[in-house]
């Protein structure tokens, strides 16, 4: 019998999204208690070989997300290249869970999209949602943020520094969104003490301004 799901943790990014995701999912628990949720935009054919890469460097296990695929604690699900996918809920268990879906929408030209990924999670699972936006080019994210934000979620945001481009992080924190602005190695190490448990008020507790060195 599944574990109730105690959260959602969503890892997304662009240009230099992949190498950032690997040194994230390298580093999190193997107790973890969060489903993951990795949406990097990257063509169809990449999404083999980059949950191949993953599956050999995580603690945990990774799979391709499908139509109707699950949440589990502790797993991680890679959102196939050129697909945009959405959370539903589902409570054919003991308790209330969640599946991805396929989705037709399309709110941006990136593929997945992350905007989509965050809206449904924040319509659906709410303040136990943390989002992670990591390096890439453009502002995917930020509209996503703002509804995770809206409900009580988490946002964290690549630090500059430690960013292969700057702008979906940049387009976060420009806009008020990012409960933690955080180097790269810090990602996995908040993750794992937090979750997605971690609040808003608690994640700005220490300054941006330290948290963005390094």
């Given amino acids: 019998m599944l574990a109730p799901l105690q959260g959602v943790i969503v890892l997304g990014g662009s240009t230099g999204g992949t190498k950032a995701v ?5 580093q999190l628990s193997a107790t973890l208690k969060q489903a993951v949720l990795v949406a990097v935009h990257l063509p169809a054919h990449f999404t083999a070989s980059f949950v191949e890469r993953l599956r050999r460097i995580s603690p945990l ?11 589990e604690p502790g797993k991680i699900m890679v959102i196939p290249g050129g697909q ?3 959370v539903r809920p589902i409570s054919n268990g003991p308790w209330l869970g969640w599946q991805t879906e396929f989705s037709t929408e399309m709110p941006g030209f990136d593929v997945p999209s992350i905007d989509l990924l965050l809206a449904s999670l924040a319509r659906t699972i709410g303040r136990k949602v943390t989002g ?3 390096s890439g080019l453009g502002s995917d994210g930020t509209a996503g943020a703002q509804l995770v934000r809206a409900q009580g979620g988490t946002i964290i945001a ?21 409960s933690q602005v955080l180097p790269l190695h810090s990602i996995a190490e908040f993750i794992n003490r937090y979750g997605s448990a971690a609040s808003p008020a608690h994640a ?3 300054s941006v301004s330290q948290l963005s060195l390094g």
């Fill in 22 to 26: 690997e040194q994230v999912v390298q």
């Fill in 204 to 206: 700005q507790a220490r």
């Fill in 158 to 178: 690549q630090n500059e520094q430690s960013a292969t481009v700057f702008g979906m992080p940049k387009s976060v924190i420009q806009a008020g969104l990012a």
């Fill in 61 to 71: 296990p990774v799979q391709a997300a499908s139509h109707e695929s699950r949440l």
């Fill in 132 to 134: 992670v936006i990591l």
């Fill in 84 to 86: 945009n996918m959405v």
